[in-house]
């Protein structure tokens, strides 16, 4: 089972900027589907962003278009979620997550369509924006 470990959270002025980073322990297939999930309290956990690797491509919700960007550095095993022109909505616990699901079901996580019960978790890292 891979492990996922979020880090660079923390607390923000608003229109700020944070890059969230989600390092794996190991990644043995060039196809992943893998992203951001968040979750303030009270609420439903949304999808926030995600990456299929091969062949590349990005999702995001439309909260965040124009304002997140997701990446993967596949020589450092990582992801990211570079964010900016951060709002006091945005503030939530941000989840890591990746499966092997394929392209088709990857869009439908990250639409908002097909609910991610299974996969792998980091552990989450908190994002506080105030006003």
């Known amino acids: 089972q891979v492990q996922l470990a979020e880090s660079g959270g923390g607390p923000v002025q608003a229109g700020g900027s944070l890059r969230l980073s989600c390092a794996a322990s190991?990644?043995?297939?060039?196809?992943?589907?893998m992203g951001w999930f968040r979750q303030a309290p009270g609420k439903p956990r949304e999808a926030v962003a995600g990456i299929y690797t091969v062949p590349y491509s990005t999702y995001y919700a439309d909260s965040v278009k124009g304002r997140f960007t997701v990446s993967h550095d596949s020589a450092q095993n990582t992801l990211y979620l570079q964010m900016a022109s951060l709002k006091p909505e945005d503030t939530a616990k941000y989840y890591c997550?990746?499966?092997?699901?394929?392209?088709?079901?990857?869009?439908?996580?990250?639409?908002?369509?097909?609910?991610?019960?299974?996969?792998?978790w980091g552990q989450g890292t908190q994002v506080t924006v105030s006003s």
């Open positions: 997550w990746r499966d092997r699901v394929g392209r088709g079901t990857c869009e439908g996580i990250f639409g908002g369509r097909i609910k991610a019960d299974f996969g792998s």
């Open positions: 190991e990644f043995r297939y060039a196809a992943y589907c």
